[in-house]
């Protein structure tokens, strides 16, 4: 007869999420505040290339090409933040459920 040996391990959950919802909520959470701290440097970057285009229209467009595309990245962003907090408030999901 031969004894098997049984090894159990206590997992930690790292996420610190108990549901696919707060999984969710955490990763929008996540993109929200990585593009806040990323828009200034595009602002500013923008501004660099509009300030050193000496007149060179290509450089100037691109300038305000990037100003165009970070404003409206950000309005997207905060839209659909705000359209899934609209959609979570009349579908009656409150809290974060941890």
Known sequence: MTTGFVF??????????NSFKDI???L????T?????????FFLYG????MTS???TTKLKKAKDLFLYTILGLAILF???GLIEV????????GTGK
């Open 87 to 94: 959609l979570k408030s009349v579908i009656g999901i409150t």
């Open 47 to 50: 501004g660099f290339l509009m």
């Open 79 to 81: 839209l659909g933040k």
């Open 54 to 56: 000496a007149g060179d």
């Open 8 to 17: 159990a391990a206590n997992l930690d959950n790292p996420l610190k999420d």
């Open 28 to 31: 929008i959470n996540f993109v």
């Open 24 to 26: 969710i909520d955490t």
């Open 33 to 41: 505040i990585l593009a806040v701290a990323i828009a200034p440097i």
